[in-house]
């Protein structure tokens, strides 16, 4: 894979300092405002399309609400930067023989 420093350096100062990363937490977040907004847009426009006998009112209403939901998620607003500390699972120390855990249990053979 390429890397993409080279453009990184070309950035001005203001531009490399912008937060650029978004967390598990906010991915969700971001996936649900999407699904939400172009739910909501697509039937509007088949209501409204229906309504009128238009079938480009109910694409052009699903393509405004395309347009608004990437310009509210596709930026990584301080929003999607949940500081919320994420609970890990603790790792299982597995024997690589016959699959014992930590916990004392042995696997099953049939």
């Known amino acids: 894979m390429a890397s993409l420093e080279w453009l ?3 950035c001005p100062e203001p531009i490399k300092s912008f937060p650029s990363h978004m967390d598990y937490l906010g ?3 971001a996936e ?3 699904q939400v907004i172009i ?3 697509a039937v509007v426009g088949f209501v409204l399309g229906y309504k009128e006998q238009r079938f480009s009112y109910t694409v052009y209403c699903t393509l405004g609400g395309f347009f608004v939901s990437c310009l ?3 930026f990584p607003w301080p929003t999607f930067r949940v500081r919320k500390d994420l609970v890990w699972r603790k790792v299982l120390a597995t ?3 016959d699959g014992d855990t930590s916990t004392g249990q042995k696997s099953k053979k049939n």
Do not use: S, W, Y
Request: net charge positive.
């Open 72 to 74: 509210i998620i596709l």
């Open 95 to 97: 024997d690589a023989k």
């Open 39 to 41: 739910t909501i847009c």
């Open 32 to 34: 649900r405002i999407f």
């Open 27 to 29: 991915q969700q977040k």
């Open 8 to 10: 990184q350096d070309m």
